[in-house]
């Protein structure tokens, strides 16, 4: 596996479920990062994690909860979400959370709230 | 106050012809700058960055920025159907925390 992955790539869940994104880069990046992709809208920063700790939360609903157990793998779990939470979920990684380094971003998972 | 913008598009250029992003952004203070392409139905990939005013090209991409305009652009020449995709700029603020895309621009390279 190179670069970043991100499993699953679709997910369909009810509002009462709970539900978890997973990513995980092979490029020994230290910062990673959780977007949210609507259609027509900007990508929105939702968390960035340095060397394993949170750096960022930019006033995500607490319904989102990001998990960074190693500097390779970050997680997304879900639960009690709403409609308007439906998105395209990005994951991507940089070498540091520093002004010129690239993001090497993931597939994606598209999740959809009924 | 959007922190970036950009013309949504669709932005619609005949094959061979140069194509013409722009960008504007609102933090004065912002250092870097990246263009992203994103086809339909994938991730963004990274075009360019750069973070000096003036022109920096690679291949048949200059990126152009000019700070005390708060403007940054990307130039395609000789564009190609390939090319199609959606367009993001992308600003790094001044404390390096955030980093804030537009909303992206539409290109359509006609054969």
Redesign the interface.
Known sequence: ETGVTQTPRHLVMGMTNKKSLKCEQHLGHNAM?WYKQSA????E?MF?YSLEER??N?SVPSRFSPECPNSSHLFLHLHTLQPEDSALY?CASSQD????N???????TRLTVL | QKEVEQNSGPLSVPEGAIASLNCTYSDRGSQSFFWYRQYSGKSPELIMFIYSNGDKEDGRFTAQLNKASQYVSLLIRDSQPSDSATYLCAVNDRNFNKFYFGSGTKLNVKP
Request: proline share 9%; charged share 25%.
């Open positions: 990062y027509k809208k900007p990508l920063l960035v750096v960022e930019n990005l959370r520093d002004s010129y690239e993001q090497f971003f993931g597939p994606g």
